[in-house]
């Protein structure tokens, strides 16, 4: 035998020294929930380890993660029922809790990435990520409040605006309205290629955002959100993203999509980000609880195996964990 792959096994510095994908938690995006109030810290009874929080504690939460070197956040609103209605208003209200929120962490912390969210499922009575008129998800008039709703968010001290509706066209239409009030240094990380999954159940418990159980609204998101067989539609969604401006382009989710993210990092040369989302962070830990694995491994081996599929981002739940088992 003149090859023995094993040769380079031998060690663990042998190891070290040919390991091809290495994890670093400045690629990595941590993800919280929002509520209106002080004093709030509510455990996610479904993502055991994640929180609701009011803004008071989310600045400690956050002073926290930045000594653990975690300068990358998204965030997500758990808006009050009264808030709520047909047309997702008060997603571009300017007095709403979670942009006076951005305000408040950006006078803090001017040096932290503010990732936002933008669809209109948390502000919506319905549950869904678009405007629903006669029992369907309307693009081009949910387009227009998904661009007001980016333009609130950039003035309130956004990094980077987050459409994770999939409506068709919103990237130009949101990359139109930022330039136009004067923010062109406002990137966009658009969800490029979003399936209706699964895996986001922990998600909606979070923000009580599940679609309505409601004769006159779709029941599921499978109008807008991909089918999870397809592949080359993902590249039609990629390449219009590209041509729309997007700044990065998203996966969600990860670890049941990973050849996604291969095909989309091998065709673009523009930053690939991949959701972790919260079904796939809860199979893990469940998995745990049970005694089935280790839970420090498989953090590890699962974070890397996203990394190794081509994305260059990562948004997990497991941010903090992460880097706490380094520090
Ligand atoms: C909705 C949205 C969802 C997630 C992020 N934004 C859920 C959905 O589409 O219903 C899921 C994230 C996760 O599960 O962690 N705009």
Not at 149 to 165: E, K, L
Not at 175 to 186: H, I, S, W
């Amino acid at each position: 035998m003149l090859r023995r792959p094993r040769r380079n096994r031998k060690t663990s510095a042998v190891r070290g020294m040919v390991r091809e994908t290495a994890l670093d938690v400045h690629n990595l995006v941590y993800p919280m929930f929002l509520v209106p109030g002080s004093g709030i810290k509510e455990e996610i009874s479904t993502l055991p380890g994640n929180y609701r929080w009011s803004v008071d504690l989310l600045l400690d939460e956050i002073e926290d993660c930045l000594k653990l070197g975690i300068k990358n956040f998204m965030f997500f609103p758990k808006v009050d029922e009264k808030h709520k209605n047909a047309e997702g208003s008060n997603s571009y209200a300017a007095d709403n809790f979670y942009l006076k929120a951005f305000e408040e962490v950006k006078k803090k912390y001017p040096h932290v990435t503010l990732i936002t969210d933008v669809a209109l499922d948390p502000y919506s009575i319905h549950g869904h990520d678009g405007i629903v008129r006669n029992g369907k998800v309307v693009n081009d008039e949910t387009n227009a409040v998904l661009a007001k709703m980016a333009v609130a968010q950039a003035r309130a001290g956004a990094d980077v605006i987050g459409p994770s509706d999939m409506m068709d066209g919103r990237v130009r239409v949101i990359r139109e309205a930022l330039d136009a009030a004067g923010f062109n240094d406002v990137s966009i990380m658009s969800y490029t290629a979003k399936y209706a999954s699964v895996m986001y159940g922990p998600f909606r418990d979070a923000l009580d955002s599940a679609p309505a159980a409601d004769a006159n609204v779709p029941k599921d998101k499978k109008t807008y959100q991909m089918d999870p067989g397809n592949k080359r539609e993902a590249l039609i969604e990629a390449e219009l993203d590209f041509q729309e401006g997007a700044d990065f382009m998203m996966v969600k989710p990860a670890i049941f999509y990973l050849d996604i993210i291969h095909a989309i990092k091998e065709r673009y040369n523009i930053p690939v980000a991949a959701y972790n989302v919260s079904g796939e962070v809860a199979m893990i830990k469940a998995a745990a609880a049970a005694g089935s694995l280790n839970y420090e491994d498989a953090v590890n081996e699962m974070l890397l195996s996203i990394k190794r599929a081509g994305a260059d981002v990562i948004i997990t739940y497991l941010a903090k964990d992460f880097a706490r088992g380094r520090a």
